[in-house]
Nanobody, 117 residues
């Protein structure tokens, strides 16, 4: 059984920083994408940042220049460094892992990030 476990969420003031971590465990060794999504109250879940096992990263326009995704696919861990946080970054942040063959998508339980003004 594969589990994705996030940590690092919390309450921070506008302009502050947080670092989220995600670790995958279980019988999976071929993830080719590990990603961060978020879901704010009353809104759909949206992609925040994606990282491939080749080292390519891309970001939602709303976080470019403020968030940085990094990871180690060998150890099945990714992180999200979030700087210059805004109230609109408040959401539950989810870690996602994807394997290509067989195609599987794994989700964590989420970690709450609250940015207060």
């Amino acid at each position: 059984q594969v589990q994705m476990v996030e940590s690092g969420g919390g309450l921070v003031q506008v302009g502050g920083s947080l670092r989220l971590s995600c670790a995958a465990s279980g019988s999976v060794d071929n993830m080719n994408n590990m990603n961060w999504y978020r879901q704010a109250p009353g809104k759909q879940r949206e992609m925040v940042a994606r990282l491939t096992n080749a080292g390519f990263a891309n970001y939602a326009d709303s976080v470019k220049g403020r968030f940085t995704i990094s990871g180690d696919f060998t150890s099945k861990r990714i992180e999200l460094q979030m700087n210059s946080l805004k109230p609109e970054d408040t959401a539950v942040y989810y870690c996602q892992g994807v394997t290509p063959s067989p195609f599987r998508v794994y989700w964590g339980q989420g970690t709450q990030v609250t940015v207060s003004s």
